[in-house]
Nanobody, 123 residues
């Protein structure tokens, strides 16, 4: 079982930047960031296939957020620039099973989750 721990959330103003980190314990190829705002469902933000390095983004964050993975340090990052108030949410790190090699945007396809880190953007 993969264990994940996020960090880096906080309170910032609109237009600011934050970098989230997710430390990974265990083997996984496909990882993603999801977020959940109050009274809303969990939504896909960005994903990465560590085999080959392909990255994927939700339309709402494309061009502002960058996902990356440092395999040597077993850490995944989410660099968030030009933050908006609508980016306010709890951000979760997620991983698919260790034998899975195909990316998927559906939260139901991820078997390991971190506890989440709060990002609050004031306007």
């Amino acid at each position: 079982q993969v264990q994940l721990e996020e960090s880096g959330g906080g309170l910032v103003q609109a237009g600011d930047s934050l970098r989230l980190s997710c430390v990974v314990s265990g083997r996984t190829n496909v990882m993603a960031w999801f977020r959940q705002a109050p009274a809303k469902g969990r939504e896909f933000v960005a994903g990465i296939n560590r085999i080959g390095g392909s990255v994927y983004y939700a339309d709402a964050v494309s061009g502002r957020f960058t996902i990356s993975s440092d395999n040597a340090e077993n850490t995944m990052y989410l660099q968030m620039n030009s933050l908006k108030s609508e980016d306010t949410a709890v951000y979760y790190c997620a991983a698919r099973g260790s034998m899975v090699k195909v990316f998927n945007r559906a939260a139901s396809q991820y078997t390991s989750w971190g506890r989440g880190t709060q990002v609050t953007v004031s306007s």
